[in-house]
């Protein structure tokens, strides 16, 4: 499996931007990668995703960041990043990257919007 480390998080005003980056263990060319966030009491959900280059760079977003984040990979530096505009009071949680097809959760970064 992918192991992943994420990393960017922090604290920001609504409204602000953030972008977070996740450095993979190995090449990520042929996966789907996925952003989750988890807020404390909540459950997990998936954020966003983005396909490989066969499947044209798909990206998935659920409705509530729609808009405002937006997903892309560099394969060559085996990374993904969630650049995040307009954050909301709502958005803060903590957020992972993974391989979609793979069961490995790493640490997170923690994202907090709040003025």
């Known amino acids: 499996q992918v192991q992943t480390v994420e990393s960017g998080g922090g604290l920001v005003q609504p409204g602000g931007s953030l972008r977070l980056s996740c450095v993979a263990s190995?090449?990520?060319?042929?996966?789907?990668m996925g952003w989750y966030r988890q807020a404390p009491g909540k459950q997990r959900e998936m954020v966003a995703t983005i396909d490989n280059a066969f499947s044209d760079f798909r990206t998935y977003y659920v409705d509530s960041v729609k808009g405002r984040f937006t997903i892309f990979r560099d394969n060559a530096k085996n990374s993904v990043y969630l650049q995040m505009t307009t954050l909301k009071p709502e958005d803060t949680a903590r957020y992972y990257c993974?391989?979609?097809?793979?069961?490995?959760w790493g640490q997170g970064t923690q994202v907090i919007v709040s003025s």
């Open positions: 190995t090449r990520i060319s042929f996966f789907t």
């Open positions: 993974k391989n979609t097809d793979d069961e490995y």
